[in-house]
């Protein structure tokens, strides 16, 4: 059974970092296109990051362009999301998304497009 189970939230004060993490039982990362997606109260899910099967494309949202990195680990099988310099707006549920498509879609933050689906880890960013 394909699982992908995300870890890493926190809380944290504005202007420092922390490090998601997606790892995926079933299939190997690298044989997955792999997302960051995330929620806030009353928001709709927005896209964050997108890297494609062969780990050679990436794809940001504006609003995390410059301040968040994904990236994996094909050796731990776990997909990664590198955030820095947060700010309260980044408060939400962040979920991993997974798909054994090697092309990600378009638009790129697609989330019906991603069929498995981990349960979120809650990130916090204090004023």
């Known amino acids: 059974v394909q699982e992908v189970v995300e870890s890493g939230g926190g809380s944290v004060q504005t202007g420092g970092s922390l490090r998601l993490s997606c790892e995926s039982s079933?299939?190997?990362?690298?044989?997955?296109?792999m997302a960051w997606f995330r929620q806030a109260p009353g928001k709709e899910q927005e896209g964050i990051a997108v890297?494609?099967?062969?780990?050679?494309?990436?794809y940001y949202a504006d609003s995390v362009k410059g301040r968040f990195t994904v990236s994996r680990d094909n050796a731990k099988n776990t997909l990664y999301l590198q955030m820095n310099s947060l700010k309260p707006e980044d408060t939400a549920m962040y979920y991993c998304?997974?798909?054994?498509?090697?092309?990600?879609?378009?638009?790129?933050?697609?989330?019906?497009?991603?069929?498995?689906w981990g349960q979120g880890t809650q990130v916090t960013v204090s004023s």
């Open positions: 998304a997974a798909d054994r498509r090697s092309a990600v879609p378009v638009p790129h933050f697609l989330s019906r497009w991603f069929e498995y």
């Open positions: 079933g299939y190997t990362v690298a044989s997955l296109s």
């Open positions: 890297i494609n099967r062969d780990g050679g494309s990436t």
